[in-house]
């Protein structure tokens, strides 16, 4: 169980277009989703905490306008890159952490990444 | 000082022994520690969560938190070559987790 997917895996964009990352949870509800960046032998590095049916929490230094979050429902959050430039280029990632019923609380279960490339 | 703190390494360990891992945190708050392991150009796996002072063991791994010294730490017993990865620490704290640079370590056979 606790199986998270995303989509796409890579992403080879033009500068100035838009990718959109999709993030599912597929055999568990997840409350809460989160969305990393990891660049090259770097640590992941948090840059959005997004919960369902409500605006998401960027970290201190991450642009809102240029990343946006949607979580419309309790397995999919989406983050889209606007505008993108090469130095958005990077590894993203999200999480999703069940459900605290669930009895597995304060985990997250990764999915396997996106990794965007932009020219 | 960071948050959470590790050894970058690399580590070389030769197959079969233990391989030691280390991770210091900052703050006294912090309830739930976690293990994830790395393979390069993929993403997290998590491998052990403690949250009580002491050992807690899952096949080859033990985890182990000393929360008096903000110590948290790894042991990975016979260790094979699939081992081989980057080792983050996290520390789950106002709602979010924070992670550790890293340590990456090489089995050699």
């Known amino acids: 169980g606790a199986v998270v997917s995303q989509h796409p895996s890579r992403v080879i964009c033009k500068s100035g277009t838009s990718v959109k990352i999709e993030c599912r949870s597929l055999?568990?509800?997840?409350?809460?989703m989160f969305w990393y960046r990891q660049f090259p032998k770097k640590s992941l590095m948090l840059m959005a905490t997004?919960?369902?049916?409500?605006?998401?929490?960027?970290e201190q230094g991450v642009e809102k306008d240029k990343f946006l979050i949607n979580h419309a429902s309790l397995t999919l959050s989406t983050l889209t890159v606007t505008s993108a430039h090469p130095e958005d280029s990077s590894f993203y990632i999200c999480?999703?952490?069940?459900?605290?019923?669930?009895?597995?609380?304060?985990?997250?279960?990764f999915g396997p990444g996106t990794r965007l490339t932009v020219l | 000082q960071k948050e959470v703190e590790q050894n970058s390494g690399p580590l070389s360990v030769p197959e079969g022994a233990i391989a030691s891992l280390n991770c210091t945190y900052s703050?006294?708050?912090?309830?739930?520690f976690f293990w994830y392991r790395q393979y390069s150009g993929k993403s997290p796996e998590l491998i052990m969560s403690?949250?009580?002072?002491g050992d807690k063991e899952d096949g080859r791994f033990t985890a182990q938190l000393n929360k008096a010294s903000q110590y948290v730490s790894l042991l990975i017993r016979d260790s094979q070559p699939s081992d081989s990865a980057t080792y983050l620490c996290?520390?789950?704290?106002?709602?979010?987790?924070?992670f550790g640079t890293g340590t990456r370590l090489t089995i050699i056979p």
């Open positions: 403690i949250y009580s002072n």
């Open positions: 997004s919960n369902e049916g409500s605006k998401a929490t960027y």
């Open positions: 055999d568990f509800q997840a409350t809460t």
């Open positions: 703050d006294r708050v912090s309830q739930s």
């Open positions: 996290a520390r789950f704290g106002n709602e979010k987790l924070t």
């Open positions: 999480s999703a952490q069940p459900d605290i019923t669930s009895g597995r609380a304060a985990k997250q279960f």
